[in-house]
């Protein structure tokens, strides 16, 4: 695994326009000046490159990982993810503190809603909390916040419990692996607020994502949202894997044998649109990330939506 870097969302809805673009702003209007700074936005792909990717997805497909393993690994995603954490505890994701950027209706003190009325938020795919606790961290003071977290995997729940920060009467976490049926400890159907998922879809065998997501939106109130940020087709992180990575369509193996499908955005909205869930926002936050000390460029993409459950 690799961790994310910051990442920045543009807007369908002028009304949900935020104050600045979290997307940023740096345009890259220039390509002699690439190598002048480490980041550019919202960068948009030529058609020899977009053909290349492709190219690159093709040629993945001669060298698929055996079959017997993939079998193995698609049979138990959970124990790969819970070795995952065994083994790196705490230590491997950074805190995702970009979060209130992207998604600013998670400060629940910014809603405009009662002040009085409670907010339930559950986080989906929590690993060991770097959402949740950034999450909680900015909504301290507001007696408003209960946080749920879940996770398939059970040692990124010890781990997450275990922080001396993680505060039973304003925190739920508990183990669910979203494409089974809700545990007694979950939140209640038609109960949340918000629920987020950061890089959680893309865990998921594409099979399964259905009944994940059928999962989830019954847990949502009327009139709730389901936030969501993960990973878009060709991103570089896609595009590097050599052989023996590739499973299928475009779902991969880690090293670690943790999977990874990248979803083009058409598809998540389509996906969510069986649900009736009303698109606010959905964006592909394509990003230059640049190596000036080994002058390499790499391309980004990751999917950003906000979808709301009607009333
Ligand atoms: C790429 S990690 C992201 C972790 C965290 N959201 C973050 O951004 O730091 C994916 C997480 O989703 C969890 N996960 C994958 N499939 C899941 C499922 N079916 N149900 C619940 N959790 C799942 C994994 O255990 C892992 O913690």
Redesign the pocket.
Same mark, same amino acid.
């Given at each position: 695994m690799k961790d994310e870097p910051i990442m920045g969302c543009a807007e369908e809805n002028p009304e949900e326009k935020p104050k600045c673009n979290p997307f940023g702003t740096r345009f890259l209007t220039d390509d002699a000046k690439v190598f002048e700074h480490n980041a550019w936005d919202d960068v948009e792909w030529s058609e020899e490159q977009q053909e290349e990717a492709k190219r690159i997805v093709e040629n993945q497909k001669t060298m698929k990982v055996d079959e017997e393993k993939a079998i193995k690994l698609l049979s138990s995603?959970a124990d790969q993810?819970d070795a995952f954490y065994a083994h790196n505890e705490n230590r491997f994701?950074k805190d995702?503190n970009w979060l209130l950027k992207e998604f600013p209706e998670l400060d629940v003190n910014e809603q405009c809603n009662s002040k009085k009325e409670k907010v339930e938020i559950l986080e989906?795919? /929590?690993?060991v909390g770097?959402?949740t606790f950034p999450l909680m961290q900015v909504n301290n003071s507001s007696p408003r916040l209960f946080l749920h977290s /879940? #996770?398939?995997?059970p040692n *990124?729940i010890r781990v997450l419990k275990s922080q001396e920060t993680y505060d039973p009467s304003k925190m739920n976490a508990f183990v669910? #692996?979203?494409?089974q049926e809700a545990p007694e400890d979950a939140p209640k159907p038609e109960s949340l607020d918000y629920i987020v998922c950061?890089?959680?879809l893309s865990?998921?065998h594409p099979d399964n994502i259905r009944k *994940?997501l059928s999962n989830l939106i019954g847990l949502l109130k009327p009139g709730g949202t389901l936030l969501l940020k993960d990973y878009g087709r060709y991103d570089l992180t896609q595009l590097r894997f050599k052989k023996d990575r590739l499973i299928d369509g475009n779902l991969y193996c880690r090293g670690d044998g943790t999977l990874v499908y990248f979803f083009e955005m058409d598809e998540l909205e389509h996906l969510l649109a069986e649900y009736r869930m009303e698109k606010k926002v959905m964006h592909v936050d394509r990003r230059l990330i640049v190596n000036r000390a080994k002058q390499v460029k790499m391309y980004r993409q990751w999917i950003q939506g906000k979808f709301l459950k009607p009333l």
């Open positions: 995603p993810w994701f995702r989906v795919g /929590c690993g770097n959402t /879940c #996770d398939y995997a *990124a669910w #692996d979203i494409t950061i890089y959680v865990a998921i *994940a």
